[in-house]
């Protein structure tokens, strides 16, 4: 049987252990949701500037031919932002 100061000992050690391991589990999907938040939010603010910037973006999303020049400017509009790649798919 362990005696009551090796008791405490032990307890005192393991628990700030613990909660060590619990703080960097919290901490890590604190700072991944947060990300995730404003990955999400920044998308949606530059799709909505691209579509007043694109009066033929609903077309495009709809199927129509893009043309180089559109390609050129839809790239351009990610430059100084958090967008770094953009997939069209068919619908």
Known sequence: ???????????ACCLPAIASVLMGIWLDRAVRTTIAVQAEASSQRW??????????FAAILAGA??????KAFIDATMVGTDVFEVQLFAP
Do not use: G
């Not at 100061?5 to 032990?10: E, K, N």
């Open 65 to 70: 031919a893009i043309t180089a020049e559109q």
């Open 47 to 56: 799709i909505r500037n691209l579509e007043q910037s694109v009066p033929e």
């Open 1 to 11: 049987m362990l005696s009551k100061t090796l008791r405490f000992v032990l307890l």
